[in-house]
């Protein structure tokens, strides 16, 4: 019966696909959680643990629903920053409860910890992760998979990784994190793009020896088909409420340094990530005003402030493919143009960076290839280490050559 089941879901997502925009994008890609068949039998007679969110789906379905259906025995959900659902903006602490949907409880790891206690999956025999990441170190999800691994490894709960593409795997770049900044929006030394999927990153986690103690976990990850780090992935659902579209999610990575600063990246706005400003930077051309949006911007930066600044939704998905880099030029003009520059920075910034080093350069005036050049010895040891846990045909070089995983 399952079978049928796993047939007519499997008929069911290719009448969803075809009424998706921008099919040509993802459309030939199979993702982990779509291949029931390969780890639905690993579940059969356990109790099983779900770490997932809104971008959980499977055929248009939620991956919890769908299991459900197939008589999986799920016992509890647990759910990363802005919730199971989705619906809770960044840094706002999320609480335990139960899925009005499923009845099942919600065990959340963005509120009072972030790391699963014991008590939490007692329960537990195996463990599924399914979330849509973004490939940048300070989106959380990955610190959220790191804890999920150490609480699995500590307690003998094996763990499979539902992999996904990541939509900023075909770069490597940004400073490398020195783990004197560690925190939750950088908990591993790697560059602030790293290009590798959840499943690829997992194993260098256990691999490199960074979980507490060194503890390893027991991994099965379920590859996507039809995918390498070339591949042009365009997300069908937003993975956060500040990051709405593709546009965002490709200038999410130069534009979250200014989370660490007076600049408003557009939080309070129908364009977050896209735009920034401030009242005191010179009047370009372009403004915003930020206003109060529950769910994903309650009570955003400069609230109500005319902010002069630059739209950036003009920039088109070939100027980021050619790029494969951060851009920099952006958060150097804001300094240099912001009048009192002993209040531009915050404390979070340091943290973003990974580093103190960026905070300095920009301060003493290098230039944005200065600054890449100083992250080169790191960003290319990374590289080398990084091969080794590649699922994937790797993104082409420079010059045309390709590397990792044949």
Not at 2 to 18: E, H, N, P, T, V
Not at 65 to 84: A, M
Not at 116 to 131: G, R, Y
Request: net charge negative; aromatic share 12%; charged share 20%.
């Amino acid at each position: 019966m399952r079978l049928i089941a796993i047939f007519f879901l499997s008929i069911f997502s290719s009448c969803i696909l075809s009424d998706e925009s921008n099919q040509d994008s993802y459309a030939n890609i199979i993702l982990g959680n779509e291949q029931l068949n390969l780890y639905t039998t690993l579940l059969d007679g356990k109790k099983v643990g779900i770490v997932a969110n809104h971008t959980s789906l499977i055929y248009g379905k939620h991956l919890v629903d769908s299991l459900l259906s197939l008589q999986i025995n799920i016992v509890k959900i647990f759910s990363p920053e802005h919730g199971f659902r989705g619906e809770i903006e960044a840094g706002e602490l999320v609480g335990n409860q139960i899925d009005t949907q499923t009845n099942l409880p919600v065990i959340s790891l963005y509120g009072n910890r972030k790391k699963p206690a014991n008590s939490d999956i007692k329960e537990v025999d195996i463990m599924l992760f399914d979330m849509q990441d973004v490939g940048v170190r300070f989106y959380t999800y990955i610190s959220t998979m790191h804890y999920v691994m150490e609480a699995c490894a500590e307690n003998g709960i094996p763990l499979i990784i539902l992999d996904r593409p990541n939509p900023n795997g075909w770069y490597v770049d940004g400073p490398v994190l020195d783990t004197n900044f560690r925190s939750f929006v950088g908990m591993h030394p790697v560059p602030l793009v790293h290009g590798m999927t959840i499943g690829e990153f997992a194993q260098m986690i256990n691999g490199e020896g960074w979980l507490e103690n060194k503890v390893k976990c027991d991994l099965t990850i379920i590859k996507c088909e039809n995918y390498s780090h070339d591949t042009k992935y365009i997300l069908p659902v937003k993975p956060s409420p500040n990051l709405p579209n593709q546009t965002s999610i490709y200038l999410y990575p130069s534009l979250g340094f200014f989370e660490g600063t007076v600049i408003s990246i557009g939080r309070g706005t129908d364009f977050p990530f896209q735009i920034f400003g401030n009242p005191e930077l010179p009047f370009s051309g372009y403004s915003f005003t930020p206003e109060s949006r529950p769910g994903a911007s309650a009570n955003p930066p400069l609230l109500g402030e005319i902010c002069n600044g630059y739209d950036l939704r003009d920039y088109s998905y070939d100027y980021f493919y050619s790029l494969k880099s951060i851009n920099l030029e952006w958060l150097i003009y804001a300094y240099k143009s912001y009048p009192n520059k002993d209040e531009f920075f915050n404390s979070y910034f340091n943290l973003l960076a990974g580093n103190s080093t960026l905070k300095e350069q920009i301060i003493k005036g290098l230039d944005a290839d200065s600054i890449r050049n100083s992250w080169t010895q790191e960003i290319n040891s990374f590289i080398n280490c990084r091969k080794k846990y590649l699922l994937y045909k790797d993104f082409k070089t420079e010059n045309g050559t390709e590397r990792g995983v044949e």
